[in-house]
């Protein structure tokens, strides 16, 4: 099992509390979505958060049996390798990042190739080749389509018009997923699957001070989830909930899904799952509430869930279903008289966006006396000045709160750890 760790920082920390509230900011013109009116695809979608390392076979197999049973469905003979279409749109170098994509692809048993698609240093201009016959072709013969890491603005940029109408490479593209294909794409690949995508976010505190505007740090992807939906990526290595949140809070997106590195989701009609090294934040703002028109950035009852390896859940009903081995242990329900927590150290970290740290701390809640725990953002150079604005993440416990054991697998499945977030003043760092 991984060992969890949590950073105390030895010093003495001083908290001046404010209450300014998130303004909301218009954008200049209305948000233009890509996709068609929702549609129900008969293909899948495997998003995967970054970083997926060649031995990670739960989803590079995943990957092919997906594209494989398209094929079969197209009459293919079983013995044939299913074909997958490399698109390194994204990439600076799209020559090697494709061929290296499409090698992984190869070495795990697809039949892939590389689609000259890019918009930089590639040997066809991109605008003559989202038209030319013969890509189109290549494109609509694949059972898969595959988009490479690297800028997910510039897969927008190449495959949308300037009026940001499908071109007829990403047409064809819809095609193989309506069909029943599978549209894969890791890192910026992952970042363009829902309508609203993240594009130049600079440092989240920064986010969380300004807000965003749309077109600058957001703007539209190519919109296979279901429009309601918000996905990021490197979600937790990088700490990447606040700038989430103001994200989905912005556009007024009920859900969204934080996928981590070398792990994925796969999603067919709206069922989701799993797969992977570790797992992905479910965070759900139905019911969540900010007030007032004070700068800054302030939330109150977002429901945050930690889906881990082999876990499901559908977007439609929001049904969470733990990994079958979880669910032989007793869910962890801390409203029953048989909780007995095995801590009642207070949980506070001033790492809140850290490497993982969320996760830690909710992970810690669920086996803890305290009913919540406290996590801080703030600009830990300017501290050492003096006062400067932070933010406090309270996470807590409430009668929907649940968890499910590791069992034989590495980490807890949570269900609705509940979230505030505030705008506070940090008093400065001092330490002898």
């Known amino acids: 099992m991984r060992r969890w760790r949590f950073l105390v920082l030895p010093f003495c920390l001083g908290l001046l509390v404010s209450l300014p509230n998130f303004r909301v900011k218009a954008d200049e013109k209305p948000r233009t979505l890509i996709a068609d009116p929702p549609r129900q695809p008969k293909g899948a979608l495997l998003i995967a958060g970054g970083g997926v390392r060649n031995d990670n076979q739960e989803v590079w197999k995943r990957l092919i049996q997906l594209a494989s049973d398209y094929a079969r469905q197209q009459g293919e003979p079983p013995d044939q390798p299913p074909r997958i279409a490399v698109l390194p749109t994204a990439a600076w170098d799209p020559r090697t990042i494709g061929e290296r994509a499409a090698a992984s692809l190869r ?13 930089l240093n590639s040997p066809i201009d991109h605008s003559v080749a989202v038209r030319d016959p013969e890509i189109l072709r290549q494109i609509r013969s694949a059972h898969g389509i595959y988009f490479t890491g690297g800028q997910q603005s510039r897969i927008v940029q190449v495959l949308t ?6 071109t007829p490479a990403l047409q064809a593209i819809w095609e193989v997923y309506d069909a029943g294909g599978v549209i894969a794409g890791s890192s910026a690949g992952a970042a363009v699957m829902s309508q609203v995508m993240c594009r130049e976010m600079g440092r989240q505190l920064n986010v969380l001070e300004n807000g965003i505007t749309h077109g600058k740090e957001t703007s539209s992807g190519l919109g296979f989830l279901p429009a309601d939906w918000f996905v990021d990526q490197h979600f ?5 909930l606040a700038r989430a949140l103001v994200v989905t809070r912005h556009h007024q997106l009920p859900h ?3 996928i981590d590195e070398n792990t994925a989701l796969v999603v067919r009609q709206n069922e989701t799952e799993v797969i992977g090294y570790k797992g992905a934040l479910w965070f759900d703002l139905t019911k969540a509430s900010s007030q007032g028109e004070e700068p800054g950035f302030n939330i109150r009852n977002v429901r945050l869930s930690y889906l881990d390896r082999g ?7 929001l049904e969470l279903t733990p990994a079958p081995e979880k669910q032989k242990e007793p869910v962890i329900d801390p409203t029953s008289p048989q909780f007995e927590p095995g801590n009642d150290e207070p949980i506070f970290t001033t790492e809140i966006l850290g490497n993982t740290t969320f996760l830690d701390v909710m992970r810690r809640l669920m086996n803890n006396k305290n009913d919540h725990a406290i996590g801080l953002a703030f600009d830990a150079q300017a501290a050492r000045k003096g006062p400067v604005p932070a933010y406090e993440f309270r996470f807590y416990r409430d009668s929907d709160t649940r968890a499910w054991p590791p069992g034989v ?4 499945t949570i269900s609705n750890v509940h979230l505030d977030v505030r705008r506070v003043e940090f008093a400065g760092i001092s330490y002898r």
């Open 107 to 119: 070495l795990h048993g697809a039949e892939a190739f590389v689609v000259p698609i890019a918009l």
């Open 161 to 166: 018009t300037a009026e940001q109408q499908q």
């Open 236 to 240: 937790l290595i990088r700490g990447r």
């Open 256 to 258: 969204g899904l934080g």
């Open 311 to 317: 876990d499901r859940l559908n977007m439609q009903t």
């Open 409 to 412: 697998l590495e980490d807890y």
